[in-house]
């Protein structure tokens, strides 16, 4: 039972222009949400993360919304680089007595950026 | 400064093999996870460990698997005997816990061939 689905394997955008991740979950005990990001041969890296409370948090090029009541988030980025082709793993947690240490993956959706 | 290190980087066995995959944490983390990534299921946690201590085991497959931390900078899996089906990649990661959680850090894993 796959309670943090990305439905979508792979996505194509072009440089400059917005890529748009989306997740879906269906815990609706997760309070914490990531997105990691990682590159062919490597370990993935943590890239931004959003707690419940919020609804939006924003990096540099790289902001999270989410949709509580749709038990969903998205990942935006803002212009689109060829540096950024990589696969993105939207991840959930619940707080415990071990804090949101736990955390639920999806399997990962590959964005190519195309120069 | 070291990241989380992962031996060996790559294994091939065949079937019925004890294979052990290595891993040692970033120096002053107090937790490690173990993590198995698959196409169908994505990033699964297998284990994960705070202070030595096993916190959470929900997510190892079956008996065949087994986790340890002789001490607070290594940690190894043990799968014995091995099945083609254990073929993965295999994610250790470190974190320092403080208060709700730490960004977890991924080593760059262990690619397991079961023939």
């Known amino acids: 039972d796959q309670q943090v689905k990305q439905n979508s394997p792979s996505l194509s955008v072009q440089e400059g222009r917005i890529s748009i991740l989306n997740c879906d979950y269906t815990?609706?005990?997760?309070?914490?949400f990531l997105w990691y990001k990682k590159y062919p041969a490597e370990g993935p890296t943590f890239l931004i993360s959003?707690?419940?409370?919020?609804d939006k948090n924003e990096d540099g090029r790289f902001t999270v919304f989410l949709n509580k009541s749709a038990k969903h988030l998205s990942l935006h980025i803002v212009p689109s680089q060829p540096g950024d082709s990589a696969v993105y793993f939207c991840?959930?947690?619940?707080?415990?007595?071990?804090?949101?240490?736990?955390?639920?993956f999806g399997t990962g959706t590959r964005l190519t950026i195309i120069p | 400064d070291a990241g989380v290190i992962q031996s060996p980087r790559h294994e091939v066995t065949e079937m019925g093999q004890e294979v052990t995959l290595r891993c040692k944490l970033i120096?002053?983390?107090?937790?490690l996870f173990w993590y198995r990534q698959t196409m169908m299921r994505g990033l699964e946690l297998l284990i994960y460990?705070?202070?030595?201590?096993?916190?959470?085991d929900s997510g190892m497959p079956e008996d065949r698997f087994s986790a340890k931390m002789p001490n607070a900078s290594f940690s190894t899996l043990k799968i014995q005997p091995s099945e083609p089906r254990d073929s993965a990649v295999y994610f250790c990661?470190?974190?320092?816990?403080?208060?709700?959680?730490?960004?977890?850090?991924f080593g760059p894993g262990t690619r397991l061939t079961v023939l």
């Open positions: 991840a959930a947690s619940t707080y415990s007595n071990f804090g949101n240490e736990k955390l639920t």
């Open positions: 120096s002053g983390h107090n937790s």
């Open positions: 990661a470190s974190s320092l816990r403080v208060g709700q959680g730490g960004e977890q850090f």
């Open positions: 959003i707690s419940s409370i919020k």
């Open positions: 815990n609706s005990m997760f309070d914490y």
């Open positions: 460990f705070n202070n030595n201590v096993p916190i959470d």
